[in-house]
């Protein structure tokens, strides 16, 4: 499939399907935990068919699971049968550990297990594009370092942040080429620590490395779709412009009416109901009512937007709204 004519008729369509990051609430739909699934390759695939069959949304994406990369450097994980995976603790706390870290093989962990899911499910699903997810690479460096450790070490010890930097962005361009030759036609990139640096900050310690991995891995028929759900999203958004990704999704702390207007008329931006107030808390009505209302505030005055979730769509949401919500940007459409 050529992505690039993909993502150009998802802006210039009038009639859009909708984008959210659905994945795990899969669980409910196999009668599964959240446990189980995340182990085997099987069900996530029967896991991306499934939503696949029940929604009809513009693409397939993967279980966005931002712990895989980092458990494969030697991370340690918290498991739950209910709540998406966790990092527990720090891997690298000083510049020594950093130059020692060793930059992991494809298969450490459970990346395979990911990557043949997505192989997997691409022979399952044919009527759309498949996406895997994955962490931004400033992101990854977080959770190895610590999210909170790591935002003070840009400032007092910054080279030790571009060391595990440099090694995260070598592995997630293998780890994503992993991805396309298993047959994905793109990656969801995301990048939520990023979100929490000043424009300084992540034109300096965040930005190029994506850039770097967006350059080696994107193509014609291969697309990168970047995710920051932080609070500076706004004030970092020509560094997050400057990474070159085919499209950009963003999440529900700030306000997509001024986003869509920093955004160029010829880039796709996506987003961003709350996936825990109105996907996972909310009610049928309460989602209706903010999917119609972001939509009728935003599809008209901005071609090159497209509505989704602001983030992950939690395991335990109700497949009532997630159905409400589809139901919506259909009748959106079908009463213009």
């Not at 699903?125 to 909170?148: C, E, Q, Y």
Request: proline content about 4%.
């Amino acid at each position: 499939m050529n992505m690039k004519n993909w993502i150009e008729e998802l802006r210039n369509s009038r009639v859009k399907k909708s984008m959210p990051i659905l994945s795990f609430p899969c669980v409910s739909l196999l009668g599964v935990t959240v446990k189980e699934l995340i182990a085997s390759s099987e069900l996530q695939a029967k896991g991306m068919k499934a939503v696949a069959d029940r929604v009809d949304s513009a693409a397939a994406v993967s279980m966005m699971d931002l712990s895989v990369e980092a458990e494969a450097f030697g991370a340690q994980v918290r498991f739950s049968d209910t709540e998406v995976p966790t990092i527990i603790g720090a891997l690298v706390t000083s510049q020594e550990e950093a130059e020692d870290l060793s930059i992991p093989e494809i298969g450490a962990g459970r990346t395979n297990v990911y990557i043949e899911a997505i192989e997997k499910a691409c022979k399952l699903i044919t009527d759309r594009p498949v996406f895997a997810g994955v962490i931004g690479p400033f992101s990854l460096a977080g959770r190895l370092m610590d999210v909170t450790e790591t935002l003070v070490n840009c400032y007092v010890e910054p080279d030790m942040v571009k060391t595990v930097m440099e090694k995260a962005t070598k592995f997630l361009i293998e780890y994503i080429t992993a991805y396309k030759k298993a047959g994905a036609n793109g990656v969801v990139m995301a990048e939520p620590v990023m979100g929490l640096l000043s424009p300084d900050m992540a034109a300096e310690f965040a930005a190029p490395y994506v850039k770097q991995i967006i350059d080696a891995v994107q193509d014609d028929e291969f697309a990168v779709i970047y995710h920051n759900c932080g609070d500076s999203a706004l004030q970092t958004i020509d560094s997050i412009l400057s990474v070159g990704a085919a499209a950009y999704h963003f999440g529900n702390s700030i306000s997509m009416a001024d986003m869509m207007a920093r955004i160029p008329e010829d880039v796709v931006a996506m987003g961003n109901i709350d996936p825990v107030s109105q996907f996972c808390n909310g009610t049928e009505e309460s989602i209706r009512n903010e999917t119609l209302a972001l939509m009728e505030s935003l599809c008209d005055k901005y071609p090159n937007f497209l509505i989704s979730s602001g983030c992950d769509i939690p395991p335990k949401s109700s497949w009532n709204n997630i159905d409400a919500f589809f139901n919506a940007v259909t009748d959106f459409y079908t009463n213009k």
